[in-house]
């Protein structure tokens, strides 16, 4: 069977600052995309992380479908609706169009997706990140596709041997879409020229050379292009297929242990490390750090397992504690919070 997953996310509005929605809000989305997705979507999840909502939909209507994006962005409006009568912060903050046109690319939303033929057992996960931008996914993609260090399958299985083909999106480029398309092993070079340089080259989607077939998906959406100003961060979303033609599940989330500097931490004006966070948690120091979450599924027929939350596992509290000292630092070296003990 041939599905889709199609990830959509907004900020909406949120509790507090930019810190996480509220119950009535998250329940508005979820109640739309049950109620006016039925017949259309064969499943969904609804999450969110820091202040950003996730819509997560599986069907058979191929990436960039009218009538799913439709689906999103009016239960981003309802989720609006419920913000505007509480509110909340930043009520309708990514909805950066009054109208509806087709699709929610160029709209503000974050959208991430893939199309392919399902395998008989077939693990994704789904990674949301927030107070940050696209390019945070270019080293924990880099590390787990063309690394071998990181992901001794691509040594080990002829599949992964043949390597990937990264397309990667100029998002400084504003006249329309320019894009890069480098292989692996032999462009390794130019793609790590390439991914160093986060804030303008960004991971757009990486494909099993072996298999031909789709391994990532990442959306590459900068608020500042649409808007033409500062209005949020892009807080991006991901989807990577796990096992077989692919990495390990393991070999895709060891990168976030580093706790690597991103962009977009505070105002959008400092670079602060990336904490792996449990879903549906909200943020805090900093308006930060900048957290990415994750959410492992198995899909069946397009229908969902539950999510299981990678980064609640008892090794990423190590990482975070980590990564709380070196955000620290950073703030401190800005001289806006005391420096703290090495
Ligand atoms: P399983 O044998 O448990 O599938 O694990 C394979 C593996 O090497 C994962 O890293
Ligand atoms: P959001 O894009 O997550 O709303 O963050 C805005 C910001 O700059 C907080 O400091
Ligand atoms: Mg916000
Ligand atoms: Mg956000």
Not at 208 to 216: F, N, P, T
Not at 221 to 245: C, E, F, M, S, W
Not at 256 to 265: D, E, P, R, S
Not at 272 to 294: K, R
Request: charged letters at 20%; hydrophobic letters at 45%.
């Amino acid at each position: 069977m041939r599905i889709t997953l199609s990830v959509i996310k907004a900020d909406i509005g949120s509790i507090g600052g930019h810190i996480q929605p509220s119950r009535r809000l998250l329940e508005a989305v979820r109640r739309h995309v049950a109620d006016a997705g039925a017949g259309l979507i064969l499943d969904h999840y609804v999450g969110y992380t820091g202040d950003d909502v996730a819509i997560l939909m599986t069907h058979t209507h191929g990436p960039g479908a009218e009538a799913v994006h439709a689906l999103a962005w009016e239960a981003f409006r309802a989720g609006t609706e419920v913000a505007r009568a509480q509110g909340l912060y930043g009520a309708g903050q990514d909805l950066l169009k009054e109208a509806f046109s087709g699709n929610v690319r160029g709209m503000g939303p974050a959208v991430a997706e893939m199309a392919f033929e399902e395998r008989p057992n077939e693990p994704f996960l789904f990674f949301a990140a927030d107070k940050t931008d696209p390019g945070a996914y270019n080293l924990p993609l880099y590390l787990a596709f063309a690394d071998p260090m990181t992901t001794s399958g691509l040594l080990l299985s002829p599949e992964l041997g043949e390597g990937f083909r990264f397309v990667i999106m100029d998002v400084a480029c504003t006249e329309g879409d320019r894009v890069i398309e480098l292989q692996t092993p032999e462009d390794l070079y130019d793609l790590a020229a390439l991914l160093r340089d986060p804030e303008r080259y960004v991971v757009e989607s990486v494909w099993s050379r072996a298999a031909g077939e789709i391994a990532a998906a990442a959306s590459t959406t900068r608020l500042h292009n649409i808007a033409g100003k500062y209005v949020g961060k892009d807080d991006p979303v991901l989807l990577v297929r796990a096992q077989k033609h692919f990495p390990a599940t393991g070999e895709i989330l060891a990168p976030y242990a580093t706790g690597h500097f991103v962009g977009g931490g505070m105002r959008g004006s400092h670079h602060m490390p990336l904490m792996p966070v449990p879903l549906n948690a909200g943020i805090s120091y900093f308006d930060g750090p900048p957290v990415v979450s994750c959410a492992a599924f198995c899909v069946h027929e397009g229908r969902l397992t539950e999510p299981v939350d990678a980064f609640a596992h008892p090794f990423w509290d190590a990482v975070r504690h980590r990564v709380a000292r070196k955000a620290r630092r950073c703030a401190a070296r800005a001289s806006l919070a005391p420096p703290c003990s090495p």
